[in-house]
């Protein structure tokens, strides 16, 4: 390589960078301007630019794997409908449609059209979580998709700068947020025209007229290098599966991993049929969260962007809870998406040196509701905030309590849950105990205490996996916890469906801990003494669970709250 080829590749990748924080620059401004804690304070939300054929060039690091990658898959719908030659600047395109985006019907899919001097030079996309779309609400009670909200068909969202008011009317009448779900509307179109901002002085500080030979450098570089990681491993058929809750029924979820020297494929044949109930997954959000658990364990130093997704394939059977078809309810795909990464990791754990880390415990996102405010008058309104639970150790390191994988979105802060609705959170702390037991102990889920501030019942929707069937350890590590729902007066909530808690009543949620790595009774006894001093583990666990002595470790009790829940 010459030395102007060497500096003409360098520029190629400051370029490259600069897109990047082009895009989060477009995540941040989303983030900054919605209204519902989900994207303002969760980061439930992706961002990316994407090239006149529609292959994504770069996302935000901001945003969640479930978004980002379908997302990548449903811009190329939107050109098949509206060809790039009919744009003009200033429009915005949109649909919830959960076969063609992101999977059930509370995330919009907003695709814009960048122009620089009259020219289209590519595409800005964004997806967000609305907080409520009308019908059921986001819950697995349904039982056809027509039950769960209002539906947006792939349509204008804005023509020549001017918004479709008509569509917008619509959508807020069918709502129990419209203030929150309009300020979020609104939130995609400023982010998609700052997006658009940064790109036109990113390409005039590069002195580039369009990103058609960058484009082409980024996906061919990405591809390139995801396939010398694959051509590393050795080829064969590898099989994992894991059985999880349901919703009454367990659910098996079975993956076969093949390794070719040119691509991973990966077949879901063999996993359980469709629910009668909205736990259901569609075949986009299958290969986002499927693709997310290959590039974790391969490739995660790659940028992530049609080359570095082309050389995975991801199929499943038609009919299977992986590859809902149309009418079937999928408000909370979420549920078994979620599960997806730890079922591909232990396919990879065959053939991966180091191997892989364990199982863990999931995000819980309690949906809550009422009728009415704190000072009594009647309104409907409709909160959730994510809480996440532990999850799984690694090879060499224990696993991150209170940390949502693989979706990667934040805890909502009480304050900001406290301000949106008419909610109280009594107690947020870590779940003592409820990291699997190894080498590496399993992160913590953690134990919430939730109730209301207005007059009367309110109501819940629960949609909480692994109360039946743990997270589970790998090389000799041991389960997480499961976890429990209640109220605090010792009455039973069911982890899934809509459940009325009555006034006064305190909902109690224990999330679920990650499972542990490696053999318990090698770990290192410093850390299981920092573990006790800490209210991790207790001593009687700890002498349970791993060989070492343990010192004893004290833990300062928490002080009592008032509640008129509460018996004092």
Known sequence: MTVAQALAAVHRQIMWTRLIAVVEEQARTLVRTSFSTAVREAGDLSAGVFDLQGRMLAQAVTGTPGHVNTMAIAVQGFLKKFPAAIMKKGDAYITNDPWLAS?????????????????????????????????????????????????????????????NADLLEILLANTREPTQVEGDVHAVLTASAEGERRLVEMLEEFAIDDLEELGVYIIEQSYKATLDIIRTLKPGVYSNKMTVDGYGVPITLRATCTIEPDRIKVDWAGTSPMSRFG?????????????????????????????????????????????????????????????????????????????????????????????????????AWESFFFSNGGTGARPTKDGMSATAFPAGTRSVQVEAAEMVAPVIILKKELRTDSGGAGRYRGGLGQTIHISSRSPGSFSVQAMFDRIDHPALGRSGGQPGAVGACHLLSGAAIAGMGLQEIPEGGILVLELPGGAGHGDPRERDPELLRQDIANGYVTEQSAARLYSEATPSGTRDEQPAYDHPGVAR
């Open 103 to 163: 999977g059930h019907l509370h995330d919009i899919t907003v695709v814009a059209p960048a122009f620089y001097r009259g020219k289209l030079v590519a595409f800005f996309a964004s997806v967000i979580h609305l907080v409520d779309v009308g019908g059921r609400g986001m819950g697995p009670d349904a039982r056809q998709v027509f039950e769960e909200g209002i539906a947006i068909p792939m349509m204008p969202l804005v023509r020549g700068e001017r918004l």
């Open 279 to 379: 736990i259901n997954v569609v075949e986009p959000y299958t290969t986002a969260y499927t693709c997310f658990g290959l590039r974790c364990a391969l490739a995660p130093e790659i940028p992530n962007n049609y080359g570095s997704l082309s050389p995975f394939e991801v199929t499943a059977p038609p009919g299977s809870i992986l590859h809902a078809v149309r009418p079937a309810p999928v408000a909370a795909r979420h549920i078994i998406g979620l599960m997806l990464p730890d079922v591909v990791f232990g396919c990879l754990e065959q053939v991966l040196p180091g191997g892989v880390q364990a199982e863990g415990g999931l995000m819980w996102n309690p949906y809550v509701r009422g009728t009415r405010l704190p000072d009594g008058s009647h309104k």
